[in-house]
């Protein structure tokens, strides 16, 4: 019976979690260069019970539980704004941020903007880092090549992207809605071919469709769980009356 609890319970909470991560999602739907989250579950067949450093085995089944979650970075699609400000990448590399605080982090949001001094940057998250530091832009136009270069108005390379490799298969931190740490090698491999796109940038990569689907299937498994548990609940408190009877 005990066992019974523990089980819904366990089962409410992963639902939960998935739910809230769902949520996430969907509320980000439109940001630009964000990852959708998804949750990893894992199980084991044996409920452990840990007292005074001492291990019981209650039994045998096949428990699930929410292990963590991890972001999918799987490439989205592009929106076209003609806009000299946004830039799009189409393969595994990404840009990199310096924040306030002077960490350096990886986005995939290509929205940039000028701050009051005339470095590139995006919004208040930190200037966009080149290979000689921060972007430095001024009040001229800039084109942004294929490759990463950034060129003035005559076409004279003034700075080059720095841009920053992660394995679409990679576990990454999320900072935010768009920035991530990786600890990882983010040398970019030899020969990795990738695109730099200016006048566009990358969408979410949240698909609506899925996502609700997801949602009302995980809501529905919530809500059974939610009512298995209140049943065992009703017959626990019959069998305990039963056993003071007797």
Known sequence: MQRAFYNL???????QRSLDAISNNLTNINTAGYKKD??????????????????????SFLQTYVDTSKTNLEQSSFEFTESPFDVGIQGDVYFNIQTA??????????????????YLCLNDSG???????????????????????????????????????????????????????YDGDMEIPEGLSYDIIQ?????????ANKEITAMMETQR??????????????????????IIKL
Request: with cysteine; hydrophobic share 40%.
């Open 9 to 15: 319970a366990q089962s409410m909470i992963n639902h």
């Open 38 to 59: 998804e949750i990893v579950t894992n199980t084991f067949k044996e409920e452990l019970i840990l007292v005074s450093n001492r291990r019981k085995v209650s039994g």
């Open 101 to 118: 605080t002077g960490d350096v982090m990886q986005t995939r949001k290509g929205q940039f903007e000028l701050d009051s001094e005339g």
């Open 127 to 181: 200037r966009v880092m080149g290979q000689n530091g921060p972007i430095y832009i001024g009040n001229d136009d800039f084109i942004v090549d294929n490759d990463g270069n950034i060129l003035n108005p005559d076409g004279e390379i003034v700075d080059a992207l720095l841009l920053s490799y992660i394995p679409p298969e990679a576990d990454v931190a999320k900072v935010g809605d768009s920035l991530f740490v």
């Open 199 to 207: 006048g566009c940038f990358e969408k979410s990569n949240v698909d």
């Open 221 to 242: 498994l919530f809500e059974a769980s939610s009512a298995i548990l209140k049943y065992m609940d009703t017959i626990n408190g019959r069998a305990a009356s039963e």
